[in-house]
């Protein structure tokens, strides 16, 4: 799996959007981008993924650019257990295992 | 439908002893993922195994570690002759057969935290 960017941390307000973006220059066309997180002591918990049209689903909605070498996470109304390390990833088509970079640590304010 | 467990939640070995890490997966999966991470770092993929058989272990140290997941019972990574730096969480994750594209969802456990004293 090939490498992301991402900002090291994020602060957000309580019930206010979160935009988190990842940068993936390399990218491949059949590469699938995948968001999880994980909490404080806990596991990574899948959010979303996409391939090229965005997509939404209870959690968030994933942005992709048209070139897809980038995509932005929505979290529509941050809530303080939206607290978490969110971690984007380009997976291979074929390619079961994630490859974790360092991820975003988002923190909302209350 | 119970998640992936973990068991135990916490271990502590001294020096030298064996760390046996279970993992039972989601009912229906077939296939298991151990990742660790160490204190204030990122999560390092270890293996990926099938029930009976490994698929990659490419992210395996060369020593003291296996891991195995029988045709029946839980996924077990084993750790021989522990020292310090093996002290982590080790996290384990499952998915369905792989479909289409193989990109299904994992599912992550709460983890095994590993302090060797």
């Known amino acids: 799996d090939a490498k992301t960017t991402q900002p090291n941390s994020m602060e957000s307000n309580e019930e206010e959007p979160v935009h988190l973006p990842c940068n993936h220059s390399?990218?491949?066309?059949?590469?699938?981008i995948h968001w999880y997180r994980q909490l404080p002591s806990q596991g990574p918990e899948y959010v979303i993924h996409?391939?090229?049209s965005n997509v939404n689903n209870r959690m968030a909605s994933l942005a992709i650019a048209e070139d897809r070498k980038s995509s932005t996470l929505i979290l529509h109304r941050a809530t303080l257990r939206d607290a978490a390390v969110y971690y984007c990833?380009?997976?291979?088509?074929?390619?079961?295992?994630?490859?974790f970079g360092a991820g975003t640590i988002l923190r909302v304010k209350s | 439908n119970a998640g992936v467990m973990q068991n135990p939640r916490h271990l502590v070995r001294r020096r030298g002893q064996e760390a046996r890490l279970r993992c039972s997966p989601m009912?229906?999966?077939?296939?298991v993922y151990w990742y660790r991470q160490l204190p204030e770092e990122g999560l390092k993929f270890m293996v990926y195994?099938?029930?009976?058989?490994?698929?990659?272990e490419s992210g395996m140290p060369k020593e003291r570690f296996s891991a195995e997941f029988p045709k029946e019972g839980p996924s077990i990574l084993r750790i021989q002759q522990v020292v310090r730096g093996d002290s982590a969480a080790y996290f384990c994750?499952?998915?369905?057969?792989?479909?289409?594209?193989?990109?299904?969802?994992?599912?992550f456990g709460s983890g095994t935290q590993l302090s060797v004293l």
């Open positions: 195994l099938q029930k009976e058989n490994i698929i990659d």
């Open positions: 990833i380009h997976r291979r088509e074929y390619g079961n295992k994630l490859v």
């Open positions: 390399t990218i491949s066309g059949t590469d699938y």
């Open positions: 009912k229906g999966h077939s296939h």
């Open positions: 996409g391939l090229t």
């Open positions: 994750a499952s998915s369905l057969p792989p479909g289409q594209g193989h990109n299904e969802k994992l599912f």
